[in-house]
């Protein structure tokens, strides 16, 4: 699997949009940009995932550039439940089981 | 649609006894992967099962194990509880989705053990 890298932390106020980016350099071809948010002792929670092109669900967008290397996830109007790690994983399709979680982004969202 | 659960979620156990978790996923889900989280280690893949059988695994000594139904529901077992095994225990579903295999997966919230 493609190695990420992100910040280890990051600010927003409430309201704001949170842009969360991801580093996948190495990605290739088949591979799955994945992003998880675990909020404090719950489990992960599956937000958005995308191949190629732009996602958007109830929860966030998926902004992927065109070389693929690297990704942002967007959290459009953030709320202090937004407040968590946020993992951004890269993986072949078809095999989303064996997920290597790598230290994520802390997303603190204040007042 | 309920989501996955566990149980149960919170369990103390002695160095050197076993233990057996408990994960139902979610309906119509087919695969269930487990994983450990430790703060040290963060989350770690455990296995992954599929119709009943293990699929993958991961870099965990022979005292874990884990087993599906032809339910779906799945267990995985601890045994000679060591202290480094305190964690918490997390499952996940995944829908199998034909020749698109499994794509996200949907955690529950987890069993907290304790080896004391």
């Known amino acids: 699997d493609a190695k990420t890298t992100q910040p280890t932390s990051m600010d927003c106020a409430e309201g704001r949009a949170a842009n969360l980016p991801c580093n996948h350099s190495t990605i290739s071809g088949n591979e799955y940009v994945y992003w998880y948010r675990q909020i404090h002792s719950q489990g992960p929670q599956y937000i958005i995932h995308?191949?190629?092109n732009n996602e958007t669900n109830e929860m966030a967008s998926l902004i992927i550039t065109e070389d693929r290397k690297s990704s942002t996830l967007i959290l459009p109007h953030a709320t202090l439940r937004d407040t968590a790690v946020y993992y951004c994983i890269v993986r072949v399709g078809g095999t989303a089981s064996k997920l290597t979680f790598g230290t994520g982004t802390r997303l603190q969202v204040t007042l | 649609k309920a989501g996955v659960t566990q149980t149960p979620r919170y369990l103390i156990k002695t160095r050197g006894q076993q233990v057996t978790l408990s994960c139902s996923p979610i309906s119509g889900h087919r695969s269930v992967s487990w994983y450990q989280q430790t703060p040290g280690q963060g989350l770690q893949f455990l296995f992954e099962?599929?119709?009943?059988?293990?699929?993958n695994k991961g870099n965990f000594p022979g005292r874990f194990s884990g087993r599906q139904f032809s339910n779906s529901r799945s267990e995985m077992n601890v045994s000679t509880l060591e202290l480094g095994d305190s964690a918490l225990y997390l499952c996940?579903?995944?829908?199998?989705?034909?020749?698109?295999?499994?794509?996200?997966?949907?955690f529950g919230p987890g069993t907290r053990l304790t080896v004391t």
């Open positions: 099962y599929f119709s009943e059988t293990q699929r």
């Open positions: 996940a579903s995944s829908p199998f989705r034909g020749d698109r295999g499994t794509l996200e997966q949907y």
């Open positions: 995308g191949l190629k």
